[in-house]
């Protein structure tokens, strides 16, 4: 989907306000972008994680930092149908979710953008400690190639999604949780 750029936009308030849990799936979101090194080249992943289930519902990854990469994963998030109406997405104040199309792309799902302060990594602490866990856990490596890149965060998404234990979670996977919550409502 292609979005135009837009002109300024309006400041936008911390909704978070650190407070990183949420009563439901689909109703709080953080998020990211990390660098990535190959012998080809940079690679970049954008991820969309829910505050409730800790779960990564959107990412994109691309051999750029445009705001078309942060809007791809929101759009992932969307289309798989685990964004709530008058859900917040929060994220740090980089330029690519500062922007208008990205503020655009949050307006089409019905999302409202949280940002929080300049130079605070603790405003974004969820976010930036699945990073830390990805790096560490996948190892910090420079790949072969892009492909072997994605390949590997890849299957490291789907492990840390469907097999990884959370104790912010009661010790479940974040696909778990999920589930248990949508088993609970319709018992």
């Not at 779960?55 to 994963?73: K, P």
């Not at 492909?147 to 010790?171: E, K, M, P």
Request: aromatic share 8%.
């Amino acid at each position: 989907m292609t979005r135009p750029a837009a002109g300024p936009t309006a400041p936008v308030g911390d909704l978070i306000r650190r407070d990183f849990t949420a009563t439901a799936p689909g109703l709080r979101f953080v998020g990211d972008i990390t660098c990535l090194p190959t012998f080809e080249g940079w690679l970049y992943l954008a991820t969309v994680i829910d505050l409730h289930t800790r779960e990564v519902v959107g990412h994109a990854i691309a051999d750029h930092m445009r705001t078309t990469l942060v809007c791809d994963a929101i759009d992932l998030a969307a289309a798989r149908g685990l964004i709530g109406d008058d859900a917040v997405f929060h994220s740090d104040r980089g330029v690519q979710y500062t922007s208008g199309q990205f503020r655009t792309a949050l307006a089409e799902h019905r999302i409202r953008p949280s940002i929080g302060r300049v130079g605070s990594c603790y405003d974004n602490a969820v976010a930036e400690a699945f990073l830390a866990t990805l790096k560490t856990e996948i190892g910090t490596t420079i790949w072969p190639t892009r492909a072997a890149a994605r390949h590997d965060v890849f299957t490291w998404l789907r492990y840390y999604n469907h097999h990884r234990l959370h104790s912010t979670n009661g010790h479940h996977t974040p696909a778990e949780t999920r589930t248990n919550y949508s088993q609970a409502l319709t018992a």
